[in-house]
């Protein structure tokens, strides 16, 4: 069985809502009813190799939201987008280079709702070992990738605070090499490892 039919299979055979996932900032209400957020996807791309990785990104320190941090290639779904696998698609496009027909998508995990108000569905897909990435130059510092046994790992995804905007959050950090990996792209690991049970 080739690894996009192993995690296509993981997907649709998890349970339709595993216990313990991280939902972010999904319960935020007004007058008792959820708010929605900004529609966003990300490109979970994982390469297909005997110990598959996790392609990540650097994002650079000019940028207005999240400089410096380390994320999924993704972003804002637009209204040309005709659906969230379309804008994780376009997006790994122009932020790394990466052309849509080397993806294989498998399947979308579970949407996580962002601090910053966007609602993001991961979108899981594989790609070839050992391609040549393009990053964006004002978007994308690197592009790298983690063991995707390492991340997936509760062992490795440890939990951790700090004060933002005057309220403490709580949240995932997994370390990997001198990176941080933390936040919603954590949170979305852990997720994804959950419903997977792959460690």
Known sequence: ???????????????????????????DTADGVVVPGAPAAV???????????????????????HAGQVAFPGGRIDP???DAVAAALREAREEIGLDPARVVVVGT??????????????????????LAFTPAEHEVAEVFEAPLRFVLDPANQRRASQ?????????????????RIWGATAAMIVNLSRRLRWT
Not at 14 to 27: Q, V
Not at 163 to 179: F, K, L, P, S, T
């Open 163 to 179: 004060e933002w905007r005057g309220v403490m959050r709580h949240y995932i950090q997994i370390d990997w090499q001198g990176r």
């Open 43 to 65: 490109l979970v791309a994982i390469t297909d190799r005997p110990e598959p990785g996790l392609i990540l990104t650097l994002r650079t320190d000019t940028l207005r939201q």
């Open 109 to 130: 995990a579970d949407p996580y709702r962002t601090i910053t108000g966007f609602d993001v569905m991961p979108v899981v897909g594989v790609i070839p070992p050992d």
């Open 80 to 82: 040309d987008d005709t």
């Open 1 to 27: 069985m080739s690894l996009a039919e192993r995690l296509a299979r993981a997907l649709t055979e998890a349970p339709a809502s595993p216990p313990e996932l991280l939902t972010g900032d999904m319960a």
